[in-house]
């Protein structure tokens, strides 16, 4: 089978941020930090698969952290309307990746059982815990499920030919990172199990955290999962819009092709 195009959907950012938002233990904890959000776009001839879907106007208002557009808006660019949208891959259930659930009623979600236990089970009794899950968002992942269009995973598994999941943790329970294949080689989409190049290379775990050994245990794993480490994608490093080429509008990234920079932190 052929390969995949990957493309990077920027929609939001949040410049406000220190280092201490980003890294436990950094000694230069109150230096500005920033950080880009992102969607993903797999797409193979007619085969479309969207890995999260970031969060609406009305969740960016609800946080007090507004996007830049709406995700629907956002894909406008690739010829996507979200009616053309039928297979999710939620890399967890956090506002900014599961937010607009709501905005594709085709897609059917692929996600870790784990995932789903964690976010309507007991752990949800800790503010700490639950602060960046909302309960609307999970409440349409339950919905889906109910109407037949969740695919539980446990662990790796094939998505289709060229894209697997690998259940990562650490940042949330359930939290999985996405291997394509492109025709630089296997590139994977870390999602949160690394928010920026720095968590990964220097090892410094991120303070949202439900357990550190799996966090620490998943730089491994991202490593091992890539034809070679700078095809490895953080989740909301601003670094990925200087290393990878320009895709189709000015926020939008091509990440197949594989880098044309040198990643420096």
Known sequence: MSDWEVHA???ADRNARTRADSFLFDDNHDAPH???????VLRRGTEVILVDTGYDSLEAAARRRPIRQDPVASLAPLGLRPDDITQIIVTHLHYDHAGGLHLFPNAKLHMQA?????????????????????????????????????VFHDGDAQVVDGVTVHCIGGHSRGLQAVRVRTTAGWLVLASDAAHFYENLLARKPFPIVVDLEDMLAGFDTLVSLASRPELIVPGHDPIVTQVFPQGVA??????DPGPIAKVTI
């Open 9 to 11: 959907v920027k929609y």
């Open 34 to 40: 920033p950080m880009d959000y992102f969607i993903w």
């Open 114 to 150: 784990a995932e789903m236990a964690y976010a309507t089970g007991p752990c949800m009794c800790h503010d700490t815990l639950s602060m960046p899950f909302t309960a609307g968002h999970i409440c349409e992942a339950v919905k889906r499920l109910y109407s037949g269009q969740v």
């Open 250 to 255: 000015d926020h939008i990234w091509r990440l």
